[in-house]
C-alpha cells in the first residue's frame, strides 16, 4: 500500500462513504466553502492538484471551476483530530459559492446571544 492510500484509508468516513470538507483560501485564512469528499475525489484531489469533490445532489463528481472557471488549487490538506473533517487550504480563482459570492459565508449572520463575543 502506498503511502497516500494509507492517509486516504485513514479518514473516517461516514456511512455514505463521504467526509466533509472545509475548504479554506490558504494565505488569508477565509472560510469559502463545505463540500463532500469521498475516496476517489480525494485521491483525484491530491494528485492533481485540482479540487475536486463529490455532489450528493447530482450522484456524481464536480472538479471546481470547470464550468465557471472559479477553479480551487489545492494547497494543503489535513485531517481533523478525528480523521472525519478535511480541511483543504487552496487558492481560490473567483468566486467559491455557487450563488456567485467569493464565500459561501457571506451576508447570513445568525444573531449571538449575550454572551457572544463581539
Known amino acids: 500500500m502506498s503511502d497516500l492510500d494509507e492517509r486516504i484509508a485513514g479518514v473516517a468516513w461516514n456511512a455514505d462513504g ?35 469533490y463529490w455532489s450528493r445532489s447530482r450522484q456524481e463528481y464536480w472538479r471546481k471551476g470547470d464550468t ?27 468566486a467559491a459559492c455557487h450563488t456567485g459570492t467569493r464565500t459561501c459565508f457571506d451576508g447570513r449572520d445568525l444573531p449571538a446571544g449575550d454572551g457572544a463575543r463581539a
Open 68 to 94: 465557471s472557471g472559479n477553479i480551487q488549487m489545492l494547497h494543503s490538506a489535513q485531517l481533523d483530530c478525528d480523521g472525519d473533517t478535511i480541511l483543504l487550504q487552496v487558492d481560490q480563482t473567483g
Open 18 to 52: 463521504l467526509a466533509p470538507a472545509i475548504v479554506q483560501q490558504w494565505d488569508t485564512r477565509e472560510v469559502l466553502m463545505l463540500a463532500w469528499m469521498d475516496e476517489e475525489s480525494l485521491r483525484r484531489t491530491l494528485t492533481s492538484g485540482r479540487v475536486t
